[in-house]
């Protein structure tokens, strides 16, 4: 593993002007657990790696009246276990879970999961049922982008030179809300996601879905919402006909590839299946959280986890 030059600058700014001055022959360091291997095996040759361990502000997880703010330097194990996820945000938490294993997890970051592009990444689903907007700075300022408009292809993102993503925004949603992300692979979360299924349903005090979002990992290239379903599923209540039929409406709607873990046929079967397993599982947790509706509630306090 070689490079000439290792940067850690301590402010964004310093850390954008690096980025600019060293171009395409630069990286950033954030867990390292894809590019440290890239550079060990000769995969990437640059001359310098700029780490972002030391901007404390990008390792914070910060709930405020309207959003929860998660820093692009927040490990997944920290995602995972951050008393902050709770509720429908829940799914971020356990999205990240997913992901590899718990000694990857203790390094990796989730920023550094959306950065790397992968159509089969575990995080991005949790955060784009939640319309997470990826923050992003650099040297002609700073800007917003929802994540859903984040990935431009495998392995590529909107970033410009000398841009650096920042975190993520979370607004907050409606009360009786439920989320969940469930993952398909053959032998557990240490394999590579063949299908991944991302839900939130927002209900009303009835049971009439107010709206609702899905997402899908590794059917595209790059993550995905699938919108014909979320209009599917306004205004109703689930039954186990509409169940089933928003799944086969998912499956007809994606084109994946085919792959050393999957058919495209079988990804399409298996979209049909989880997208299902997600909708219950959401529907679930939204009627939990009606049934507690008229319990006291405490008072809400502003306050920062530092993982």
């Given amino acids: 593993m070689r490079f000439d030059n290792y940067f850690e600058p301590t402010t964004l700014a310093e850390c ?47 709930k405020t009246e309207n959003s929860m703010n998660i820093g692009a330097m927040v490990t997944l194990r920290d995602v995972v276990k951050s008393p902050l996820l709770t509720g429908s945000l829940k799914v971020v938490a356990e999205a990240a879970g997913h992901i590899s294993s718990m000694q990857i997890r203790n390094i990796a970051t ?51 030179e000398g841009e650096i993503l920042t975190g993520f925004s979370i607004p907050r949603t409606s009360t009786f809300t439920g989320a969940t992300y469930e993952k398909y692979t053959i032998r557990g979360d240490t394999d590579i996601t063949i299908v991944g299924a991302g839900c939130r349903l927002n209900l009303n005090k009835q049971g009439v879905i107010e709206s609702a979002r899905i997402a899908l990992a590794a059917v595209a290239a790059t993550p995905v919402r699938i919108d014909a379903v979320e209009k599917l599923l306004v205004g109703q209540k689930l039954t186990d006909e509409l169940v089933k039929e928003a799944g086969n409406l998912a499956a007809a709607n994606i084109s994946p590839i085919s792959d050393q873990r999957a058919t495209a046929s079988y990804r ?15 529907q679930k947790r939204a009627v939990a959280a009606i049934n507690k509706s008229n319990e006291p509630s405490s008072s809400s306090v502003e306050w920062t986890y530092y993982g």
């Avoid at 002007?17 to 000769?42: F, I, Q």
């Avoid at 990444?121 to 923050?135: F, H, I, R, W, Y």
């Avoid at 399409?268 to 959401?282: C, D, F, N, Y």
Wanted: some cysteine.
């Fill in 16 to 62: 954008s002007s690096l980025l600019k001055e060293y171009g395409s022959a630069s990286r950033l360091l954030a867990g390292g657990t894809d590019l440290v291997p890239r550079l060990k095996n000769r995969q990437l040759k640059i001359s310098t790696v700029i780490s972002l361990q030391g901007i404390p502000e990008l390792s914070r997880i910060e």
């Fill in 110 to 160: 989730i920023g550094g999961n959306s950065c790397n592009a992968s159509p089969s990444a575990d995080s991005v689903p949790g955060l784009l049922v939640s319309d997470a907007v990826a923050q992003i700075s650099g040297v002609d300022g700073d800007r917003s982008v929802p994540l859903i408009d984040f990935f431009a292809g495998p392995g590529k993102t909107v970033l410009r």
């Fill in 268 to 282: 399409k079967e298996m979209v049909s299946v989880w997208v299902r397993h997600a909708l219950v599982e959401s």
